[in-house]
């Protein structure tokens, strides 16, 4: 079935970079875009970055514009966030989500955690 | 940057009652294409979220038909006709008619 499934979460000085990565399958990544979505320990939803299925066009948060830089690989169905200068309001659990008709499709997510 | 308000944040239900969340949204989110950009999300405990309604009253996948979207504008409502103890977990409103996507702060509902 179609499945996400993040993976790099870990735990990060403030100040240092991490790179998260979704890997896709049972669907035809290169044709949808994806998002990046977060959740706070105990908080609600906050969406963070998305990109065009064909990677042209990125947006982002203004929380972590300049700090994060979202890519994918269309060949191995791959999406990657690389997360620069962490703070500790990035702490988390990062979602990778697809969208055909709405974010219809959620991996489980991995867990940053951005402390000294 | 789109604001969204839901209320309210905490909703007890009886089983077999009937549920209400509405979502406000501070500038219209009807596109010009004529289509609402207002989606609804559940997240169960534990779990990921996942999509109920898009569009503003489009049933995703797989969602039973006791769940159903309405709005215009920038008042919008999700709909549960009869709920039941699946239903428990915290909905989510969020437009995406523009960039930043906003999430709506989340409505906890709660069997009684």
């Known amino acids: 079935q179609v499945q996400l499934v993040e993976s790099g979460g870990g735990v990060v000085q403030p100040g240092k970079s991490l790179r998260l990565s979704c890997a896709a399958s049972a669907f035809t990544f290169a044709n949808y875009a994806m998002h990046w979505v977060r959740q706070a320990p105990g908080k609600g939803l906050e969406w963070v970055s998305l990109i065009s299925f064909d990677g042209n066009e990125k947006y982002y948060a203004d929380s972590v514009k300049g700090r994060f830089t979202i890519s994918r690989d269309n060949s191995t169905n791959t999406l990657f966030l690389q997360m620069s200068s962490l703070r500790r309001e990035d702490t988390g659990l990062y979602f990778c989500?697809?969208?055909?008709?709405?974010?219809?499709?959620w991996g489980l997510g991995t867990t940053v955690t951005v402390s000294s | 940057e789109i604001v969204m308000t839901q209320s309210p944040l905490s909703l007890p239900v009886a089983p077999g009652e009937p549920a209400s969340i509405s979502c406000r949204s501070s500038q219209s989110l009807l596109h010009s294409n004529g289509y609402i950009y207002l989606d609804w999300f559940l997240q169960k405990p534990g779990q990921s979220p996942h999509l109920l309604i898009y569009l503003g009253s489009n049933r995703a996948s797989g969602v039973p038909d006791r769940f159903s979207g309405s709005g215009s504008g920038t008042i919008f409502t999700l709909n549960i006709s009869r709920v039941g103890a699946e239903d428990v977990g915290t909905y989510y409103c969020?437009?995406?008619?523009?960039?930043?996507?906003?999430f709506g702060q989340g409505t906890r509902l709660e069997i009684k």
């Open positions: 989500v697809s969208s055909s008709f709405g974010l219809d499709v």
């Open positions: 969020m437009q995406a008619l523009q960039t930043p996507y906003i």
